[in-house]
């Protein structure tokens, strides 16, 4: 019959959502992860400007694409959405959909796998000379890196030796101070002696005299004692 009063006769609760979610995260968050890695690539600049654009380009479009569906998906529930298996089938359906372009590209490739190998391959080979480029630039990395290991090797023998020849070169100047310094003194005592000898001369000269005069008085009084 016919009423003022409306019922409520959803059965929709929070374990539905929780369902909605754990499906979105699920079905969603390869492409939200690979779209920003894309993006992420396209900052490197070590890839060429074409590759970049279009690492940029087709991440923009996954990541809005993968937004748009969940938004898509959770307005749509919260519109018509009455009850725990209703959420559950219209967000299989939205999946479903999103899936269409990699059901086909699968189907086209299981027809003809030459339709498809243009494209993957062009992929393949683009990748294939990255990594070689890569490769290249860390191989001559690596030859710089040991040429100035070289370099630092050979200026640091080279100070090695200066400062052996330095020390050589101390060591000689010392040996030569010690050696004058040695000859020095000998010359001083050489030259002492020399002054000793000549002042003893003339002293043991005067004894001589002394001692032949005193010899020449004994013999005169013995002389005149026997006269």
């Known amino acids: 019959p016919d009423s003022d009063v409306c019922k409520d ?31 992420y690539y396209s900052s490197k600049t070590g890839h060429r400007i074409g590759s970049r654009i279009r690492y940029f380009i087709g991440g923009v479009c996954l990541c809005s694409v993968t937004l748009f569906a969940l938004y898509v998906s959770t307005v749509y529930n919260s519109a018509i959405a009455t009850s725990n298996t209703a959420i559950i089938a219209n967000s299989v359906i939205v999946l479903f959909i999103m899936e269409i372009d990699e059901y086909t590209f699968s189907a ?21 000379d990255e990594i070689a480029r890569q490769r290249a630039q860390i191989e001559s990395q690596q030859k710089e890196n040991d040429n100035q290991r070289k370099k630092r090797r050979i200026l640091r023998e080279a100070v090695e030796r ?12 010392a040996s030569d101070s010690e050696s004058a310094e040695y000859e020095d003194e000998d010359n001083t005592d050489a030259h002492q002696v020399e002054l000793v000898d000549q002042i ?28």
């Open 200 to 227: 003893t001369m003339p002293c043991e000269a005067e004894q001589n005299m002394q001692c032949t005069s005193s010899t020449s008085c004994s013999m005169a009084n013995v002389l005149l004692m026997k006269a």
């Open 162 to 173: 200066m400062q052996e020849s330095q020390e050589a070169a101390i060591a000689t100047i």
């Open 9 to 39: 006769k959803a059965d929709l609760t929070d374990a539905g959502w929780v369902i909605f979610c754990l499906l979105m995260i699920a079905f969603l968050a390869k492409d939200m992860i690979s779209g920003t890695k894309l993006i």
């Open 108 to 128: 086209v490739d299981a027809i003809n796998e030459k339709w498809t190998e243009h494209a993957a391959d062009r992929e393949v080979s683009e990748m294939k």
